[in-house]
């Protein structure tokens, strides 16, 4: 299977809005489906279902909503 993840350091960087993120990911629009953090030895994962896939891991990986605080 190909690794087709991306760093987390580019959802973090403050003043990275969604057109940066799409050049960054190489993405014309953000899309509907699921996505994964995971431990480097898979210990602990995480599973979101979501309708704009990068503007959530975004959110979740500032730590902007209350439940994504719990997770990280």
């Not at 960087?13 to 899309?31: A, H, M, S, V």
């Amino acid at each position: 299977m190909k690794n087709r993840g991306y760093p987390v350091k580019v959802f973090f960087r403050k003043g990275n809005g969604i057109k940066t993120l799409l050049n960054e990911t190489g993405r014309f629009y953000d899309f509907k489906g699921l996505f994964v953090f995971s431990t480097n030895d898979h210990s602990h994962s995480f599973v979101k279902e979501s309708d704009t896939v990068l503007q959530d891991i975004q959110k979740t990986v500032r730590g902007d909503r209350a439940q994504d605080r719990e997770f990280l």
